[in-house]
């Protein structure tokens, strides 16, 4: 099962860097990236973490593996960071949410916003520890 996450997480990851322009020879560093991430969130949650810490230190992984690569390949980390987040984004909730409002109940769309908010809020969090990170980080030399 958990071989099949993390190919189609790979897979869409791959696909939405392919969408956006993503370098060619970035593809394969951003799949493994998004993989990971998405594989780090799925671990967390069984192992019963909440959503929020979940996502938060899933997106810690993909922008450390994107600091790795973007220094590894020379090319920004917002280009292997970009497509990584797809499998973290809370498309199914936000459609839920939107659902419930139309079909008339509001309590539970309020909750499936919620769960959006703390999602989003935990990945751009999880983010900025990352770019925090990262202007440590390119301060250090690189070996060659």
Do not use: D
């Not at 060619?24 to 949650?45: D, E, N, P, Q």
């Not at 990262?134 to 250090?140: D, N, R, S, T, Y």
Request: glycine share 10%; hydrophobic share 55%.
């Amino acid at each position: 099962m958990m071989f099949i996450h993390f190919l189609f997480s790979f897979i869409s990851t791959v696909t939405f860097g392919v969408i956006t322009n993503v370098p060619r020879r970035s593809l394969l560093a951003s799949g493994f990236t998004g993989a990971i991430g998405w594989m780090v969130y799925i671990g967390l949650k069984e192992l019963q973490f909440r959503l929020g810490l979940a996502n938060f230190i899933a997106a810690v992984m993909i922008g450390c593996f994107s600091i790795y690569f973007s220094r590894k390949q020379k090319i920004p980390m917002l280009i292997f960071i970009v497509p990584s987040l797809v499998p973290l984004v809370p498309g199914g909730p936000a459609y839920l949410a939107v659902r419930e409002f139309v079909l008339g109940s509001p309590n539970t769309g309020f909750h499936y916003i919620a769960v959006v908010i703390v999602t989003a809020g935990a990945i751009a969090g999880g983010f900025m520890i990352t770019s925090l990170v990262e202007k440590i980080v390119i301060h250090w030399p690189m070996k060659r």
